[in-house]
């Protein structure tokens, strides 16, 4: 797990290894776990202190934790998918809430802004031209890049594939894969050489991945503050 930028080095070592649905499945179970041990140990210690504290309250402040697991793809898994379609007639960019990373696209980052402004649950960006002509594969490529490459959304195509089928995608259709010859038992050793992979890509431009905002230390901050001073 890169902390930095939130995302996961996932390895599957052989074919009936968990895929990354499951892993999402598993975490989100996890983390309500964890988040109902954490808010009984606040709400009890808060009331032994005799403060004024109820669950309402106390789960509009610090709400559950979501999880959200998309796969990240690069420029041109990107492009070579869209080249599949012979024409692009839908695109639906759906923003996912994020731990205050910053949206590379100002589109995307207004569209979050909204969001977050109207409490909405979802924002949804969908673009569409009937017809055998559709919409322009470059643009649509562009448009979509950067959001697959963060994983920060969730994307669907609909059109009509080379051989005239209709044809969809997902960004389970664009995730960017890297072989790996051998890779050591030593879980630190194994851990070493798939970051090692991940820096080499990101630095010849394969992949991109941003640090994330400052919003969320800030917020650990100051629950740490108020309940652990």
């Keep these: 797990m890169l902390l930095s ?13 968990p895929n990354v649905a499951q892993f999402a499945t598993t975490m989100s179970q996890f983390l309500g776990n964890a988040y109902s041990e954490w808010a009984r140990s606040i709400y009890d210690k808060a009331h032994s202190e005799g403060k004024k504290l109820t669950w309402k309250q106390f789960r509009e402040e610090f709400p559950p934790p979501t999880l959200e697991v998309t796969k990240i793809a690069s420029e041109s898994s990107v492009t070579a998918y869209v080249e599949k379609f012979r024409t692009i007639n839908a695109v639906e960019v759906k923003v996912l809430n994020t731990n205050h990373e910053l949206d590379n696209s100002k589109i995307f980052g207004e569209m979050r802004d909204i969001k977050t402004k109207t409490s909405a649950d979802q924002v949804v960006l969908r673009t569409s031209k009937s017809g055998n002509v559709g919409l322009q594969k470059g643009e649509v490529a562009k448009l979509i890049s950067s959001q697959a490459e963060d994983g920060n959304a969730q994307i669907v195509l609909r059109g009509v594939g080379l051989q005239g089928d209709k044809l969809s995608a997902t960004n389970d259709s664009f995730n960017a894969s890297f072989a790996i010859k051998r890779l050591p038992s030593d879980v630190l050793a194994a851990s070493g050489e798939m970051y090692n992979l991940i820096k080499r890509q990101v630095e010849l431009g394969t992949i991109s991945l941003r640090k994330g905002g400052h919003e969320a230390a800030k917020k650990i901050a100051n629950i740490t503050k108020r309940y652990w001073p």
């Design 5 to 17: 930028n939130h995302k996961l080095l996932y390895v599957q070592e052989n074919s009936g290894a």
